[in-house]
């Protein structure tokens, strides 16, 4: 009876949104809404330009006189981006897992990895402490609406005129910069701040000077970019989140990523887009141990390519940078590259259907569209079963190259769709030799495995399964998922942000190393062992254990005059070669040390 009371207490008490709704929370709410609406208006307005643009120029020239002219339009769009590249491009600083700082040009390539370095751009740093930036500051100082327009623009010359690519990749830095440009403080607000009327509250009210307010903005900007193309709202928003924080799980930014999604994904359906696949007919899967079976051999094989393709790019890429220096040669040479490719398939699929008895009765309509583009209506033709065996497997290759040929030269597209176009292809040949007269039982399946073996998404590749095409494909999708990320183990196209503790880089090419002082150094100072002059390097700090009581206290300085003792860490500065030759001395004394020791334990 006492706990009925209680719960009648508790309904019958007021809600106080005021209290239990603060006002930050208020702002982030409409800043999120805010953000969805203005991303999908330039998202949307891309991705129906890009689609419009490839049809005209690519569709269009394969039904004239010769498909040779496919290099007219490839040339012209990688021209333009290499232009937008020389003439306009800024370099973004990105850090990889090992610790080494890549330098960008933020409109070129894939845009995620520009993204991701940009969204971690207003959290603190060693680097930054440096040059006495701090916070959101730092994002400020770099592009924000001029770069997503001139990405606009790159990834609609790339894409449009015939580049292998996704679109993406590409808005997740459109979505980014989009919404850092909505905060960031121009002429206009300043003059509004110094009215000191409505205007000024209202400023007051909508900026931004917390680095934690503006990453919750840049997340909610890309999850509704993602969600313009995807039409699935909560897979974008678990994108968003995972691609940011993998190792760092982060719940309440989720919310404000929802809603900027789910923002972009009712205004898709108030201008009548449906998501990015759709299918008429949904097949249940089956449920017996053969198709599992199958599917995990789909995974197997899923996984290894996604490894063959992360080895060619980290090969190819380097490559054009190293060999193709100059940016127009560089961009060219990939259009170039990816036209031969795409005429190569275009003339050997009607050889191969006629050479060989079971390649394929009905080649598909559009053959450089297999290559060329996005590639989503090839993703479509393998749901609803339109792709002989043979034809998806020169498709993949021809994919493959193409696509590295367009990314690694710096064109501006994306690899998420592609991730999952070769999952589809594959998925589509393994239903012809398994005998599955519906490939969409494999190719759903297929597409989560893509997506957890290239991107390392899981979450998101599930919600995206479950979104598009229903509950039933669940269970199929978390076993293809399971097996495929054993065997990908915890491997992403993209270079993460995770630290290395013992080697972190500043800028390019210089670094700060961790080292452990060694046994022949105890007993010294930083004075006598004059690192500086000795290998031109500063050291900044020394961290070291002192006994108090029992109690193991951690200090963080530099006593010069302090001999130093074993176990003690030294944080050194200074160029990588050098700091390269430092640790190469310290591991010979090391040797030194220990033959000695083995010498006078022997006598």
Do not use: C
């Amino acid at each position: 009876m006492e706990f009925l009371k209680r719960l009648a207490a508790f309904l019958a008490r007021p809600l106080n949104l005021r209290t239990q709704f603060t006002p930050q929370e208020q702002r982030l709410v409409v800043k999120s809404f805010v953000v969805g609406v203005v991303v999908w208006i330039i998202v949307y307005t891309l991705r129906e330009t890009v689609h419009w643009l490839f049809h005209e120029l690519i569709v269009v020239l394969e039904e004239g006189p010769s498909p040779f002219l496919v290099f007219v339009p490839l040339f012209l769009g990688a021209a333009f981006v290499a232009y937008l590249v020389k003439y306009t491009g800024h370099r973004v600083h990105y850090r990889d897992k090992s610790g080494h700082v890549h330098q960008l040009v933020d409109v070129e390539g894939d845009g995620l990895e520009r993204a991701i370095s940009l969204y971690f751009s207003s959290e603190p740093a060693l680097e930054q402490t440096l040059t006495g930036q701090e916070g959101v500051d730092v994002r400020w100082e770099l592009p924000t609406w001029s770069l997503a327009m001139r990405k606009f623009l790159a990834t609609l010359a790339t894409l449009g005129s015939g580049g292998s690519g996704g679109l993406e990749a590409s808005v997740t830095l459109i979505g980014e910069s989009i919404a850092a440009g909505i905060f960031k403080p121009r002429t206009l607000y300043q003059w509004a701040d110094q009215r000191h009327g409505l205007l000024a509250r209202l400023w007051h009210w909508w900026e931004t000077n917390d680095p934690d307010d503006l990453q919750t903005a840049q997340l909610a900007g890309i999850s509704a970019a993602i969600s313009t193309l995807l039409g699935a709202p909560f897979a974008a928003a678990f994108f968003a989140t995972e691609v940011m924080y993998r190792r760092r799980p982060i719940v309440e930014k989720l919310v404000y990523s929802l809603i900027a999604s789910l923002t972009a994904f009712f205004l898709n359906a108030l201008a009548g887009e449906p998501p990015i696949f759709t299918v008429e007919l949904h097949i249940v899967p089956p449920t017996d141990a053969r198709y599992y079976l199958i599917l995990m051999l789909l995974g197997i094989t899923i996984a290894l390519f996604s490894n063959l393709f992360s080895r060619l790019r980290a090969v190819i890429e380097p490559a054009f940078h190293q060999y193709l220096p100059v940016v127009w040669q560089r961009h060219l040479f990939g259009a170039a590259l990816t036209g031969l490719i795409a005429l190569v398939t275009y003339f050997v699929l009607p050889l191969l259907q006629e050479s060989l008895p079971g390649f394929g009765t009905v080649l598909p309509e559009h053959r450089l569209a297999l290559v060329l583009g996005p590639g989503e209506t090839v993703i479509h033709d393998a749901l609803t079963n339109q792709l002989a065996a043979g034809v998806a497997l020169v498709v993949l290759v021809a994919k493959l190259f193409a696509t590295l040929a367009t990314i690694g030269s710096g064109g501006s597209a994306g690899l998420l769709v592609p991730s999952l176009f070769f999952g589809s292809m594959i998925a589509a040949f393994f239903s012809k030799v398994f005998v599955y007269h519906e490939a969409q039982v494999l190719v759903v399946p297929a597409m989560a495995a893509s997506l957890v073996s290239i991107v390392n998404i899981p979450l998101a590749a599930t919600l995206f399964i479950v979104e598009l095409f229903g509950g039933r494909y669940m269970v199929p999708a978390l076993v293809i998922l399971i097996v495929s990320s054993l065997i990908a183990q915890d491997f992403s196209i993209y270079r993460t942000q995770r630290e290395s503790y013992d080697a972190r880089q500043v800028a390019p090419g210089y670094s700060v190393r961790r080292v452990l002082v060694p046994n022949s150094w105890a007993g010294k100072t930083l004075v006598e062992l004059d690192i500086r002059r000795r290998f031109g390097l500063n050291v900044i700090g020394l961290i070291g254990r002192q006994q108090q009581g029992d109690q193991v206290a951690v200090r963080f300085e530099t006593p010069s005059s302090q001999p130093l003792v074993i176990d003690d860490i030294l944080v050194v500065l200074g160029p990588d070669a050098r700091l390269d030759r430092f640790e190469e001395t310290l591991t010979e004394e090391k040797l030194k040390l220990r033959a000695a020791q083995l010498a006078a334990a022997e006598e």
